[in-house]
Protein backbone atom coordinates (compact mmCIF):
# COMPACT_ATOMS: atom_id res chain seq x y z
CA UNK A 1 0.00 0.00 0.00
CA UNK A 2 1.18 3.41 -0.51
CA UNK A 3 1.93 6.39 1.64
CA UNK A 4 2.23 9.76 2.01
CA UNK A 5 4.16 12.76 3.84
CA UNK A 6 3.85 15.76 4.16
CA UNK A 7 6.24 18.06 5.64
CA UNK A 8 4.98 20.78 7.43
CA UNK A 9 2.27 20.55 9.36
CA UNK A 10 1.61 24.10 9.79
CA UNK A 11 2.82 27.26 7.52
CA UNK A 12 2.65 30.92 8.19
CA UNK A 13 3.80 33.48 5.59
CA UNK A 14 2.90 36.89 4.91
CA UNK A 15 0.73 37.84 1.46
CA UNK A 16 3.16 37.98 -1.88
CA UNK A 17 5.31 35.96 -0.48
CA UNK A 18 6.04 32.53 -2.31
CA UNK A 19 4.69 29.09 -0.98
CA UNK A 20 6.12 25.55 -1.63
CA UNK A 21 4.68 22.53 -0.01
CA UNK A 22 6.29 19.10 0.00
CA UNK A 23 4.90 16.10 -0.36
CA UNK A 24 6.21 12.45 -0.81
CA UNK A 25 4.93 9.03 -1.43
CA UNK A 26 6.18 5.74 -0.98
CA UNK A 27 5.00 3.34 -3.66
CA UNK A 28 7.13 1.95 -6.67
CA UNK A 29 4.92 1.96 -9.26
CA UNK A 30 2.96 4.29 -11.81
CA UNK A 31 1.09 6.76 -9.65
CA UNK A 32 -1.71 8.98 -9.83
CA UNK A 33 -0.92 12.43 -8.04
CA UNK A 34 -3.53 14.71 -6.26
CA UNK A 35 -3.32 17.76 -4.29
CA UNK A 36 -6.43 19.34 -2.74
CA UNK A 37 -7.45 21.87 -0.71
CA UNK A 38 -9.82 22.61 1.72
CA UNK A 39 -10.96 26.41 2.87
CA UNK A 40 -12.28 27.07 6.05
CA UNK A 41 -15.54 26.10 6.68
CA UNK A 42 -15.75 24.45 3.56
CA UNK A 43 -15.29 20.72 1.76
CA UNK A 44 -12.30 19.58 -0.27
CA UNK A 45 -11.82 20.23 -3.76
CA UNK A 46 -9.26 19.47 -6.23
CA UNK A 47 -6.32 21.90 -6.86
CA UNK A 48 -4.37 19.63 -9.35
CA UNK A 49 -4.18 16.12 -10.65
CA UNK A 50 -1.16 14.32 -12.50
CA UNK A 51 -1.46 11.38 -13.58
CA UNK A 52 0.60 11.36 -17.44
CA UNK A 53 2.73 13.61 -19.62
CA UNK A 54 4.14 17.28 -18.69
CA UNK A 55 5.55 16.37 -15.00
CA UNK A 56 4.94 19.92 -14.54
CA UNK A 57 1.11 20.48 -13.50
CA UNK A 58 -0.82 23.49 -13.12
CA UNK A 59 -4.22 24.16 -11.35
CA UNK A 60 -6.77 26.08 -10.29
CA UNK A 61 -5.94 29.77 -8.60
CA UNK A 62 -2.32 29.97 -9.94
CA UNK A 63 -1.04 26.55 -7.94
CA UNK A 64 1.00 24.51 -10.03
CA UNK A 65 3.11 20.78 -8.93
CA UNK A 66 5.95 19.40 -9.79
CA UNK A 67 6.56 15.64 -10.21
CA UNK A 68 9.89 14.00 -10.06
CA UNK A 69 9.58 10.62 -10.25
CA UNK A 70 13.22 10.10 -9.30
CA UNK A 71 12.26 11.90 -5.77
CA UNK A 72 9.23 10.52 -5.43
CA UNK A 73 7.82 13.71 -4.41
CA UNK A 74 4.85 16.02 -5.89
CA UNK A 75 5.70 19.59 -4.09
CA UNK A 76 3.06 22.47 -4.15
CA UNK A 77 4.28 26.04 -5.34
CA UNK A 78 2.09 29.15 -5.91
CA UNK A 79 5.03 32.25 -6.34
CA UNK A 80 2.57 34.43 -4.59
CA UNK A 81 0.13 34.22 -2.21
CA UNK A 82 -2.68 36.14 -1.24
CA UNK A 83 -4.98 36.00 1.90
CA UNK A 84 -7.38 34.01 -0.10
CA UNK A 85 -5.24 31.25 -0.30
CA UNK A 86 -5.42 30.52 3.66
CA UNK A 87 -6.62 26.49 3.71
CA UNK A 88 -5.70 23.33 4.73
CA UNK A 89 -4.02 21.78 1.74
CA UNK A 90 -3.62 17.55 1.55
CA UNK A 91 -1.51 15.69 -0.97
CA UNK A 92 -3.39 12.04 -2.06
CA UNK A 93 -1.92 9.32 -4.21
CA UNK A 94 -3.19 6.05 -5.81
CA UNK A 95 -2.27 3.39 -7.79
CA UNK A 96 -3.78 0.68 -9.92
CA UNK A 97 -7.38 1.13 -7.87
CA UNK A 98 -9.88 4.18 -7.03
CA UNK A 99 -8.02 3.98 -3.25
CA UNK A 100 -6.87 7.02 -2.81
CA UNK A 101 -4.50 7.47 0.49
CA UNK A 102 -4.19 10.92 2.05
CA UNK A 103 -0.89 12.93 3.51
CA UNK A 104 -1.51 14.55 7.04
CA UNK A 105 -2.22 17.77 5.53
CA UNK A 106 -0.44 20.79 5.73
CA UNK A 107 -2.29 23.79 6.91
CA UNK A 108 -1.32 27.33 5.32
CA UNK A 109 -1.97 30.82 7.12
CA UNK A 110 -1.25 34.02 4.97
CA UNK A 111 -1.40 37.30 7.19
CA UNK A 112 -2.88 40.03 5.51
CA UNK B 1 -21.71 20.20 -10.76
CA UNK B 2 -21.80 17.05 -8.59
CA UNK B 3 -23.26 17.34 -5.10
CA UNK B 4 -22.53 15.10 -2.63
CA UNK B 5 -24.86 15.56 0.69
CA UNK B 6 -24.15 15.22 3.96
CA UNK B 7 -27.48 14.35 5.72
CA UNK B 8 -26.20 15.66 9.13
CA UNK B 9 -23.58 18.59 9.72
CA UNK B 10 -23.25 18.18 13.74
CA UNK B 11 -23.99 14.50 15.90
CA UNK B 12 -24.09 14.13 19.09
CA UNK B 13 -24.15 10.59 20.61
CA UNK B 14 -23.78 8.46 23.78
CA UNK B 15 -21.42 5.71 23.64
CA UNK B 16 -23.21 2.55 22.67
CA UNK B 17 -25.40 4.25 20.74
CA UNK B 18 -25.55 2.83 16.72
CA UNK B 19 -25.35 5.58 14.82
CA UNK B 20 -26.33 6.29 11.19
CA UNK B 21 -24.41 8.62 8.61
CA UNK B 22 -26.40 9.35 5.36
CA UNK B 23 -24.52 10.69 2.42
CA UNK B 24 -26.51 11.24 -0.90
CA UNK B 25 -24.86 11.97 -4.61
CA UNK B 26 -26.40 13.08 -7.60
CA UNK B 27 -23.49 12.12 -10.75
CA UNK B 28 -24.68 8.74 -10.79
CA UNK B 29 -20.95 7.83 -9.81
CA UNK B 30 -19.94 4.21 -9.19
CA UNK B 31 -17.81 4.51 -6.50
CA UNK B 32 -18.61 6.19 -3.21
CA UNK B 33 -16.13 6.19 -0.15
CA UNK B 34 -16.02 7.01 3.67
CA UNK B 35 -12.88 9.04 5.35
CA UNK B 36 -12.20 10.46 9.01
CA UNK B 37 -10.69 13.18 9.25
CA UNK B 38 -7.99 13.68 12.27
CA UNK B 39 -5.80 16.81 13.27
CA UNK B 40 -2.59 15.16 12.47
CA UNK B 41 -3.82 12.49 10.61
CA UNK B 42 -5.30 13.57 7.64
CA UNK B 43 -7.92 11.69 5.89
CA UNK B 44 -7.93 8.07 6.90
CA UNK B 45 -10.29 5.81 4.85
CA UNK B 46 -13.12 3.73 6.18
CA UNK B 47 -14.78 1.91 3.62
CA UNK B 48 -15.46 2.03 -0.33
CA UNK B 49 -17.99 0.80 -2.76
CA UNK B 50 -17.47 0.47 -6.55
CA UNK B 51 -20.98 -0.76 -7.03
CA UNK B 52 -24.66 -1.27 -5.48
CA UNK B 53 -24.22 -3.65 -2.97
CA UNK B 54 -20.53 -3.77 -3.08
CA UNK B 55 -18.46 -2.78 -0.10
CA UNK B 56 -14.88 -3.12 0.37
CA UNK B 57 -12.80 -2.31 3.59
CA UNK B 58 -10.48 0.50 3.73
CA UNK B 59 -7.94 1.24 5.82
CA UNK B 60 -9.49 1.27 9.24
CA UNK B 61 -12.72 -0.26 9.35
CA UNK B 62 -12.94 -1.98 12.76
CA UNK B 63 -16.20 -0.82 14.56
CA UNK B 64 -17.59 0.32 11.01
CA UNK B 65 -19.69 -0.98 8.82
CA UNK B 66 -21.62 0.45 5.86
CA UNK B 67 -24.76 -0.18 3.47
CA UNK B 68 -25.10 0.50 -0.60
CA UNK B 69 -28.57 -0.87 -1.39
CA UNK B 70 -29.21 1.97 -4.00
CA UNK B 71 -26.19 3.45 -6.40
CA UNK B 72 -26.94 7.25 -5.43
CA UNK B 73 -26.79 6.30 -1.56
CA UNK B 74 -23.66 5.55 1.19
CA UNK B 75 -24.57 4.91 4.53
CA UNK B 76 -21.99 4.71 7.26
CA UNK B 77 -22.60 2.79 10.33
CA UNK B 78 -21.28 2.90 13.75
CA UNK B 79 -22.31 -0.54 15.17
CA UNK B 80 -21.91 0.70 18.86
CA UNK B 81 -20.53 4.19 19.47
CA UNK B 82 -17.53 4.75 21.31
CA UNK B 83 -15.76 8.12 22.19
CA UNK B 84 -12.56 7.14 20.21
CA UNK B 85 -14.94 7.63 16.98
CA UNK B 86 -15.07 11.06 18.14
CA UNK B 87 -14.58 12.66 14.69
CA UNK B 88 -14.96 14.48 11.55
CA UNK B 89 -16.97 11.90 8.90
CA UNK B 90 -16.36 12.61 4.84
CA UNK B 91 -17.93 11.13 2.40
CA UNK B 92 -16.96 11.29 -1.21
CA UNK B 93 -17.97 9.92 -4.68
CA UNK B 94 -16.03 9.47 -8.10
CA UNK B 95 -16.65 7.94 -11.79
CA UNK B 96 -15.13 4.85 -13.03
CA UNK B 97 -13.65 6.39 -15.41
CA UNK B 98 -10.45 5.82 -14.17
CA UNK B 99 -8.11 5.90 -11.36
CA UNK B 100 -7.58 9.65 -11.78
CA UNK B 101 -11.07 10.82 -12.04
CA UNK B 102 -11.14 13.10 -9.23
CA UNK B 103 -12.93 12.48 -5.94
CA UNK B 104 -16.02 14.93 -4.77
CA UNK B 105 -16.55 15.17 -1.17
CA UNK B 106 -19.35 16.26 1.09
CA UNK B 107 -19.29 19.10 3.41
CA UNK B 108 -18.47 16.38 6.30
CA UNK B 109 -20.52 15.59 9.31
CA UNK B 110 -19.00 16.15 12.52
CA UNK B 111 -19.48 13.53 15.38
CA UNK B 112 -19.03 13.52 18.83
CA UNK B 113 -19.49 10.92 21.24
CA UNK B 114 -19.71 11.71 25.15
Known amino acids: AQSVSQHNHHVILSEAASLELGCNYS??????LFWYVQYPGQHLQLLLKYFSGDPLVKGIKGFEAEFIKSKFSFNLRKPSVQWSDTAEYFC??????????FGAGTTVTVRA | DVKVTQSSRYLVKRTGEKVFLECVQD?????MFWYRQDPGLGLRLIYFSYDVKMKEKGDIPEGYSVSREKKERFSLILESASTNQTSMYLC?????????????FGNGTRLTVT
Open chain 2, 92 to 104: ASSSRTGPNSPLH
Open chain 1, 27 to 32: YGGTVN
Open chain 1, 92 to 101: AVNAYDYKLS
Open chain 2, 27 to 31: MDHEN
